[in-house]
Nanobody
Framework: QVQLVESGGGLVQPGGSLRLSCAAS?????????MGWYRQAPGKQRELVAS???????NYADFVKGRFTISRENAKYTVSLQMNSLKPEDTAVYYC??????????????WGQGTQVTVSS
């Protein structure tokens, strides 16, 4: 019952920044969901980038710590990912995920269509 739409992707040079947004809609109480950003690069499996629980607890993949920040604005039904100091290896399709709680498997949650991030000189 949750629809997710990602936006904000694009082409940036190494060292640049992007801010991704995920807008949620549908018959759901957004503030109760654990939200996350995941990415999938060509030839690789989908992997966690960052997640945030309903009470604001965050979790980051080691390769983005200190560079990326996840946040949510429950009143606006959005979750964002601020990406700084981007590297070519960050190139991937970034997906937004919603699940009813942190104990629910990510695969059992809802997914957006993804937004392309390309980091290249």
């Amino acid at each position: 019952q949750v629809q997710l739409v990602e936006s904000g992707g694009g082409l940036v040079q190494p060292g640049g920044s992007l801010r991704l947004s995920c807008a949620a809609s549908g018959r759901t109480i957004f503030s109760m969901y654990t939200m996350g950003w995941y990415r999938q690069a060509p030839g690789k499996q989908r992997e966690l980038v960052a997640s945030i629980t309903s009470n604001g607890d965050t979790n980051y993949a080691d390769f983005v710590k200190g560079r990326f920040t996840i946040s949510r604005e429950n009143a606006k039904y959005t979750v964002s990912l601020q990406m700084n100091s981007l590297k070519p290896e960050d190139t991937a399709v970034y997906y937004c995920n919603a699940r009813i709680g942190p104990t629910v498997a990510v695969e059992r949650g809802y997914w957006g269509q993804g937004t392309q991030v390309t980091v290249s000189s």
